[in-house]
Structures are given as structure tokens and as C-alpha cells.
């Protein structure tokens, strides 16, 4: 069975500083992994997606990801924090071929200013 | 930009009472997944659709649970009798067929059991 886990309930950064969110996944075969972000009472919005091809991911909102085959792992990342990156972070994972989206348990980004 | 609507967006019902949640995805998206989010953790697969079958329901409550999308379209999902733990966020969300596609969700419809 696949599965997700991101570590840090909460991550705190100053804005203007770098951030870094964790995530680890386990699946059989190649992986297709996915983060979104979801604002208070709102649903989640996509932010980037890994399916194949180079290691380094770039998203919406000046977000990216780093995917490490051999560390199975899928790091969220952000040169220069904004307050307004404040919210709920996701991790999710679908095996190659497969059908369902696996969510982690979610990672909340406080940026103080 | 084409959304994921979803209704309604609150509901507050008591328990053993029915409630029921509408979706209407993405046009020309022909999967359809129904997700529950209790606060503070990820959402969590209830039920899958490709058109009008259903993929996965493996997670389901089906003494309770029920999910039609009759005509491969929109989709209800629907709770009898509501009990106190059903309290969460019920999340629509679509793809085109295809395992790269991302999910677009909707933007929830929140339930709370009292």
C-alpha cells in the first residue's frame, strides 16, 4: 500500500527567509507525487506535480520541489518566504498505473513577518 | 477558469438525520473522487468514479454511505443516519482519465454533527 508522511505538523519561517517542507513517500513502482495548499475552509489548490523527467519541480507561486529517488522523498521549497504563504501544505502520491491519490497528513506553514 | 462547484458549503444537522452533498466537476472530467478531511489531517479517499462506475469505494461506510453518479456527470453523496463522527469536510474533486492528471477540487462542503 502507498503512503505519505510529512513530519513536521508545523514548520515556522520569517518571511524573506527560505522554507522547507518535508515529505516522504512509499510506493511500489515509479511514483507520481503532487503538493497543494489549502487556505482555512477552502478546498486544496494544486501547486506542482513530479510524473517524470528532471528532479527539480517548479510551481504556482514561486513554490518548487525536489524529488530524491533514493531518498523517497519530495521536499517542498521556497527561496524567499511571504506571509502570504501561510496555510495547510499536502503531500500526495499515486503509484505509476494507479487510480488513487494518497494525501499525507498535512504541514502547516506559519510565515511571521 | 472551469471549477469543481460543490453545495452546500455548510451544513449543521443532528445526529441520525440525513444529509446530503452535491458535485458538479470539472466539464469533460470523467473521473470523480469524494474525499473526508477531519480537521487537522489529510483527506482521505471515500469513493472513486470513472464516468458513471465506480473505481474504488473501498473506504466507504456502507452502512451509511451512499454515492451515485447515475449519469456520469455530477455525483450526490449522501450519510444516513448521520452519527457525531461524521463531523468533517466532504471534498469533491475531478481529473481527466489518466493516472498523471491532478485533482481539482472543489471548495468543500463542512458538516457538523450534533
Known amino acids: 500500500a502507498q503512503s505519505v508522511a510529512q513530519p513536521e505538523d508545523q514548520v515556522n519561517v520569517a518571511e524573506g527567509n527560505p522554507l522547507t517542507v518535508k515529505c516522504t513517500y512509499s510506493?511500489?513502482?515509479?511514483?507520481?507525487l503532487f503538493w497543494y495548499v489549502q487556505y482555512p475552509n477552502r478546498g486544496l489548490q494544486f501547486l506542482l506535480k513530479?510524473?517524470?523527467?528532471?528532479?527539480l519541480v517548479k510551481g504556482s507561486y514561486g513554490f518548487e520541489a525536489e524529488f530524491n529517488k533514493s531518498q523517497t522523498s519530495f521536499h517542498l521549497k521556497k527561496p524567499s518566504a511571504l506571509v502570504s504563504d501561510s496555510a495547510l501544505y499536502f503531500c500526495?502520491?499515486?503509484?505509476?498505473?494507479?487510480?488513487?491519490?494518497?494525501f499525507g497528513g498535512g504541514t502547516r506553514l506559519m510565515v511571521k513577518p | 477558469e472551469a471549477e469543481v462547484a460543490q453545495s452546500p458549503r455548510y451544513k449543521i444537522t443532528e445526529k441520525s438525520q440525513a444529509v446530503a452533498f452535491w458535485c458538479d466537476p470539472i466539464?469533460?472530467?470523467?473521473?470523480l473522487y469524494w474525499y473526508r478531511q477531519i480537521l487537522g489531517q489529510g483527506p482521505e479517499l471515500l469513493v472513486q468514479?470513472?464516468?458513471?462506475?465506480?473505481?474504488?469505494d473501498s473506504q466507504l461506510p456502507k452502512d451509511r454511505f451512499s454515492a451515485e453518479r447515475l449519469k456520469g456527470v455530477d455525483s450526490t453523496l449522501k450519510i444516513q443516519p448521520a452519527e457525531l463522527g461524521d463531523s468533517a469536510m466532504y471534498l469533491c474533486?475531478?481529473?481527466?482519465?489518466?493516472?498523471?492528471?491532478?485533482?481539482?477540487f472543489g471548495e468543500g462542503s463542512r458538516l457538523t454533527v450534533l
Open positions: 513530479y510524473i517524470t523527467g528532471d528532479n
Open positions: 474533486a475531478s481529473s481527466l482519465a489518466g493516472g498523471t492528471g491532478e485533482l481539482f
Open positions: 468514479f470513472q464516468d458513471e462506475s465506480v473505481v474504488d
Open positions: 466539464s469533460g472530467h470523467a473521473t
Open positions: 500526495a502520491v499515486r503509484d505509476l498505473g494507479g487510480n488513487m491519490l494518497t
Open positions: 510506493v511500489s513502482g515509479n511514483p507520481y
